[in-house]
């Protein structure tokens, strides 16, 4: 089945090519030798797995999230927020009213882009990695997630869907059991806390 045999993929670094061709062969396509390829399922594949990608990322995992990361204003007092960041929530000062706009951090508080009062902001961050940057335990369940989902969407069987839900969650189970060790988590859900 498809989870044993992404197990044995896994044991190499997992390429996004070789997701690629994991979710094209999940619904009978040939693989192709190059992601560049113009097949229209390709196009497809890549954009599902893009999503799945971003989706996956957004619920943030020790090896995408960074607590109280420093944020400094450039020259002109504005700070700009990365465009790998997917989500953020800031942590110091507090007496700031922060959204993006533009991409940059915006004060409601005060109506300005201009930060040049202080050194910097603190906010904990979930960063968007590329694929091949992304732990094999987390690539494995983003792989059959996006192949489910690519599945559904070109051939519409629900029949697929169910046969590939055990798999995903099996997948899933290995991502959060990868995160649990990576984290140190204990039993109140604090990495590191004695």
Same mark, same amino acid.
């Given at each position: 089945?498809? /989870?044993?045999?992404?197990?044995?993929?896994?044991?190499?670094?997992?390429?996004?090519?070789?997701?690629?061709?994991?979710?094209?062969?999940?619904?009978?396509?040939?693989?192709?030798?190059?992601?560049?390829?113009?097949?229209?399922?390709?196009?497809?594949?890549?954009?599902?797995?893009?999503?799945?990608?971003?989706?996956?990322?957004?619920?943030?995992?020790?090896?995408?999230?960074?607590?109280?990361?420093?944020?400094?204003?450039?020259?002109?007092?504005?700070?700009?927020?990365?465009?790998?960041?997917?989500?953020?929530?800031?942590?110091?000062?507090?007496?700031?009213?922060?959204?993006?706009?533009?991409?940059?951090?915006?004060?409601?508080?005060?109506?300005? /882009?201009?930060?040049?009062?202080?050194?910097?902001?603190?906010?904990?961050?979930?960063?968007?990695?590329?694929?091949?940057?992304?732990?094999?335990?987390?690539?494995?369940?983003?792989?059959?997630?996006?192949?489910?989902?690519?599945?559904?969407?070109?051939?519409?069987?629900?029949?697929?869907?169910?046969?590939?839900?055990?798999?995903?969650?099996?997948?899933?189970?290995?991502?959060?059991? /990868?995160?649990?060790?990576?984290?140190?988590?204990?039993?109140?859900?604090?990495?590191?806390?004695?």
């Amino acid at each position: 089945d498809l /989870y044993h045999f992404l197990s044995k993929l896994m044991a190499q670094r997992t390429t996004e090519l070789d997701a690629l061709n994991v979710m094209l062969t999940n619904i009978g396509q040939q693989p192709v030798v190059n992601i560049n390829n113009t097949n229209p399922q390709v196009a497809l594949a890549k954009t599902v797995l893009k999503q799945v990608i971003s989706d996956v990322l957004t619920e943030g995992w020790t090896f995408n999230r960074e607590l109280n990361y420093p944020l400094i204003p450039d020259s002109s007092g504005e700070i700009k927020l990365p465009e790998n960041v997917v989500s953020w929530d800031t942590t110091w000062p507090s007496q700031y009213d922060i959204v993006i706009r533009g991409g940059k951090m915006y004060d409601k508080a005060r109506h300005s /882009y201009d930060f040049s009062a202080i050194d910097k902001i603190e906010v904990d961050i979930t960063w968007l990695f590329d694929f091949e940057d992304i732990p094999n335990a987390i690539k494995n369940y983003i792989t059959i997630r996006a192949s489910n989902l690519f599945a559904m969407r070109t051939t519409g069987s629900v029949e697929i869907a169910k046969y590939g839900m055990k798999e995903e969650e099996q997948a899933r189970a290995s991502a959060l059991d /990868y995160e649990t060790q990576q984290g140190d988590w204990n039993i109140f859900m604090n990495p590191d806390s004695t």
